[in-house]
């Protein structure tokens, strides 16, 4: 069965320290792999996406990603964290030409100054 | 629009009553997807539209659950004698196409007490 997976229900990190969080993805084949983030009492924003090609993703809010084919992981870093990126973020996975996300349960990142 | 615009923001109706929850997608977005969003929980897949049809809506949880859109644009969530399970942050999305990452509305959160 496909499923997605956030080891890390809670992370807390300090304010310019640097961040990752974790997931990890079982699919029978190499899937779409997607980041957002949600703040307190707003939708889902897109971080970044990964389709093909490069392994290291670049988006939005200084965010990076790496997909790992052979450890079926897409974990997210930002190497100096801001107060404003305390927030849920969520790992999704998607086939080509599928309509469907499968998100993972999330993770919820308290920044402390 | 330029975004996803979901309405009303907040909806708090007793049990038993219905309600209605609406999602106005990006203008020329073709796919919209509804998402429910419950307390402790990650993202559960409610239905599909490419159009106005609904090619899947395997993750509507009981026949008190329907929706429809009309257009190709806005799509109407309808909860039939809500009951407190029911409460959730219903998430809608939309897509050029099928596929792709999403771009989420703010979402409606619904109390049934």
């Known amino acids: 069965a496909q499923s997605v997976t956030q080891p890390d229900i809670h992370i807390t990190v300090s304010e310019g320290a640097s961040l990752e969080l974790r997931c990890n993805y079982s699919?029978?084949?190499?899937?779409?792999l997607f980041w957002y983030v949600q703040s307190p009492g707003q939708g889902l924003q897109l971080l970044l996406k990964?389709?093909?090609?490069?392994?290291l993703v670049q988006g939005i809010k200084g965010f990076e990603a790496e997909f790992k084919r052979s450890q079926s992981s897409f974990n997210l870093r930002k190497p100096s964290v801001h107060w404003s990126d305390a927030a849920e973020y969520f790992c999704?996975?998607?086939?080509?030409?599928?309509?469907?996300?499968?998100f993972g349960a999330g993770t919820t990142v308290t920044v402390r100054a | 629009g330029a975004g996803v615009s979901q309405s009303p923001s907040n909806k708090v109706t007793e049990k038993g009553k219905d309600v209605e929850l609406r999602c106005d997608p990006i203008?020329?977005?073709?796919?919209l997807y509804w998402y429910r969003q419950s307390l402790g929980q990650g993202l559960e897949f409610l239905i599909y539209?490419?159009?106005?049809?609904?090619?899947?809506k395997s993750g509507l949880p009981s026949d008190r659950f329907s929706a429809e859109r009309t257009g190709g644009s806005v799509s109407t969530l309808t909860i039939q004698r809500t009951q407190q399970e029911d409460s959730a942050v219903y998430l809608c999305?939309?897509?050029?196409?099928?596929?792709?990452?999403?771009?989420f509305g703010s979402g409606t959160r619904l109390t049934v007490v």
């Open positions: 999704a996975v998607g086939l080509l030409n599928d309509y469907k996300l499968s």
């Open positions: 990964y389709f093909s090609g490069d392994t």
């Open positions: 999305a939309s897509t050029p196409d099928r596929g792709g990452g999403y771009t």
């Open positions: 203008s020329g977005h073709t796919a």
């Open positions: 699919y029978g084949a190499t899937p779409y």
């Open positions: 539209f490419q159009g106005n049809s609904a090619p899947d």
